[in-house]
């Protein structure tokens, strides 16, 4: 089987083309792989085994490679296109994928808000199979369209990167061992919500004076992103006087840090915290999760089904419109803060998520993902599935 994959540059460090790239050992037995690789950047990568399709993207604003996916589509001739994004970015990828051919397009994308965004529900029509990276995702496009095809393949979490270590020793080796410990693994962009973190710890440390916070957040200053969407993280946090409560950890570059350190700071806190105001699954939660590190989340999206008896939710209080028409839920500080105090405190409830959180981690190993592909892959073949649009 010839299989095209159309995503992340596979070196890139954003969550997903990491995690994806823990899968395409497992997809590439027995199959013809080929990539490409968005925000391909030169980096030489062991191509022997699959054939990489160059970009090299100046703009976040041209991260879809038309020409590209129109000359591999033509001179890799697969059986498979199986593209990796969020589902309101689809309707730029979808009229060459459209386009007559043999292929069965799969696409793997999250939705983080509802409902699914207006600029997808057209180009979801030719999509010949949805693998969703949560349940939310798999009933929101089935409210638009009751016919769409697909089933339900969350995240993988690699057990050789995320694993669980002596807390006790890790903690007294970082003279964190009389702390409570709160990690956050979240670009500052808006939709990530630190900014309402931030304020919720205030409340936090009038609780637990020994409160701390790993924030494990960087976007690059230089970047389109940042001049976006970014917030100046370092400007909130002086704003609230919490430089002596925050670890502020990234590299001289402004890079996210490497995944050994991360794992690091997972096992280290005692939970891990998302404000997100959506999330279409949230890595970071299944990658506290395998370290027994249970989470606090914003009760919306797919975050309530990933944290469910796995941490707390918290109740929005009001929620506003994105600029794709999906709603984005808001919480307050101080329901946030109260959830996060409860589980610092309860040692015995934060245990008991802890383990829930991390049995639930250790069955979305990467083969178990590459296993559910590759059936749907074939089963479509087999039975010349066709999109909605084709009937």
């Known amino acids: 089987m010839k299989i095209l994959i159309y995503t992340d540059f596979l070196g890139h460090k954003s969550g997903f083309a990491r995690m994806f790239k823990d899968i395409l050992p ?40 038309h020409p590209v996916l129109h000359y591999a589509l033509d001179d890799f001739k697969p059986d498979i296109v199986l593209t990796i994004q969020d589902y309101w970015m689809i309707y730029r990828i979808a009229f060459p994928l459209a386009h007559p051919g043999k292929w069965k397009w799969f696409h793997w994308g999250t939705v983080d808000s509802d409902p699914l965004p207006y600029r997808a529900r057209e180009a979801a029509k030719w999509i010949h199979c949805n693998l969703y990276t949560s349940e939310f995702g798999r009933l929101e496009m089935l409210q638009i369209h009751s016919n769409a095809r697909g089933d ?24 964190l061992e009389n702390h409570k410990v709160i990690v956050c693994t979240a670009r500052n962009q808006m939709r990530k919500n630190v900014p309402v973190l931030l304020d919720a710890l205030k409340l936090v440390l009038r609780k637990i004076p020994n409160a701390c916070l790993i924030l494990a957040s960087a976007l690059d200053p230089k970047t389109e992103e940042y001049k976006k969407s970014g917030y100046n993280i370092e400007r909130f946090i002086a704003e609230r006087e919490l430089e002596d409560n925050i670890i502020f950890p990234r590299t001289i570059e402004g890079e996210p840090i490497d995944d050994k350190t991360l794992n690091i700071q997972y096992n280290l806190a005692d939970i891990n915290v998302l404000a997100s105001v959506g999330e279409g699954f949230g890595l970071p939660y299944i990658e506290a999760g395998i370290c027994k590190v249970p989470s606090v989340a914003v009760d919306c999206a797919a975050s309530r089904e990933v944290v469910m008896n796995r941490g707390l939710l918290v109740k929005p209080a009001a929620y506003q419109y994105n600029q794709v028409g999906g709603k984005y839920y808001m919480v307050k500080p101080e329901d946030l803060a ?48 066709q999109p909605i649009a084709r009937g």
């Not at 339900?152 to 003279?175: A, C, G, M, Q």
């Not at 996060?340 to 639930?360: C, V």
């Open 26 to 65: 497992y997809l590439k037995k027995n199959n013809e792989i080929a990539h490409v690789a968005l925000g391909w950047n030169g980096y030489p990568l062991n191509t022997r085994d699959f054939k990489i399709y160059h970009t090299k993207l100046e703009d976040i604003d041209d991260y879809y490679a």
């Open 152 to 175: 339900r393949i969350y995240p993988s979490v690699n057990p050789k990167t995320f694993h669980e270590l002596d807390k006790l020793k890790l903690k007294k080796k970082f003279h």
């Open 338 to 385: 109260e959830k996060i105090i409860k589980l610092l405190i309860d040692d015995k409830l934060r245990a008991k998520m802890g383990k829930n959180a991390q049995d639930f981690a250790k069955k979305l190993t990467p083969k178990s993902r590459a296993s559910k592909m590759m059936g749907g892959f074939k089963k479509s073949i087999k039975e010349d599935w």
